[in-house]
């Protein structure tokens, strides 16, 4: 079991810069795929980004290549998300997910994940 808490949410201008954490319980965070997924008002929870158990891997939606990079500390037991570039389209609540095992499109999709954080507030001015 594994319990995820994320933190560093706010708001921010267009164009400019946020980092997510995502701090995990337990002794076996090195274990977990890690992935990122956010939740806009009237909308369902999306897929942001994942990375595999030793962060060799990474996968980021078309929307947010290129502007967000999820990487993962081990010794921290906690995943981040750097956001640059931010667009008001991104505003949203961010969740961290994890999940002992995952491969290919299955790491993309909610239903696979089976620990989450409570969420934390993006919300980008225009």
């Known amino acids: 079991q594994v319990q995820l808490v994320e933190s560093g949410g706010g708001l921010v201008q267009a164009g400019g810069s946020l980092r997510l954490s995502c701090a995990a319980s337990?002794?076996?965070?090195?274990?977990?795929?890690m992935g990122w997924f956010r939740q806009a008002p009237g909308k369902e929870r999306e897929f942001v980004a994942a990375?595999?158990?030793?962060?060799?891997?990474?996968y980021a939606t078309d929307s947010v290549q290129g502007r967000f990079t999820i990487s993962r500390d081990n010794a921290k037991n906690t995943v981040y998300l750097q956001m640059n570039s931010a667009k008001p389209e991104d505003t949203a609540v961010y969740y961290c997910?994890?999940?002992?095992?995952?491969?290919?499109?299955?790491?993309?999709?909610?239903?696979?994940?089976?620990?989450w954080g409570q969420g934390t507030q993006v919300t980008v001015s225009s």
């Open positions: 997910a994890a999940v002992y095992y995952c491969s290919g499109i299955g790491c993309f999709d909610v239903k696979t994940y089976l620990h």
């Open positions: 337990g002794r076996t965070f090195s274990t977990y795929y």
């Open positions: 990375i595999r158990r030793d962060g060799g891997s990474t």
